[in-house]
């Protein structure tokens, strides 16, 4: 059992070193991981699972703003604020980049972007 364990371990160390190598996460996750202790065990796991949480609301929201008949781009860019601030709270910073250049196409008012 205990070969497992450390088996599983180490397959979410190497998983976790590529997400890092392939840029979806930064050292924001490093300090985020940080902060978990044994008071605390799942703190990551809490942290993340709301992130998705709230991700999953947001995109939504992006979705039925991005459907109207006349887009309103500051509510969009006002949405992705906020998945930009959310994701970059919690070290996903390919989901980041990905808000940072929506919000420029936003600015533009250029809805095909």
């Given at each position: 059992?205990?070969?497992?364990?450390?088996?599983?371990?180490?397959?979410?160390?190497?998983?976790?070193?590529?997400?890092?190598?392939?840029?979806?996460?930064?050292?924001?996750?490093?300090q985020l991981q940080q902060l978990q202790d044994e008071s605390n065990p799942e703190f990551v796991l809490e942290v993340v699972?709301?992130?998705?949480?709230?991700?999953?609301?947001?995109?939504?929201?992006?979705?039925?703003?991005?459907?109207?008949?006349?887009?309103?781009?500051?509510?969009?860019?006002?949405?992705?604020?906020?998945?930009?601030?959310?994701?970059?709270?919690?070290?996903?910073?390919?989901?980041?980049?990905?808000?940072?250049?929506?919000?420029?196409?936003?600015?533009?008012?250029?809805?095909?972007?």
């Open positions: 059992m205990e070969d497992a364990l450390v088996q599983l371990q180490r397959r979410l160390a190497d998983y976790t070193t590529s997400l890092y190598n392939e840029g979806f996460l930064d050292e924001q996750f490093t699972s709301l992130f998705f949480e709230d991700s999953e609301k947001l995109l939504n929201e992006l979705t039925n703003a991005l459907d109207q008949e006349t887009v309103d781009f500051q509510k969009v860019d006002t949405h992705v604020h906020q998945l930009k601030g959310s994701s970059s709270s919690i070290g996903a910073q390919r989901v980041q980049k990905a808000c940072i250049s929506f919000r420029n196409y936003c600015e533009e008012q250029n809805i095909e972007g």
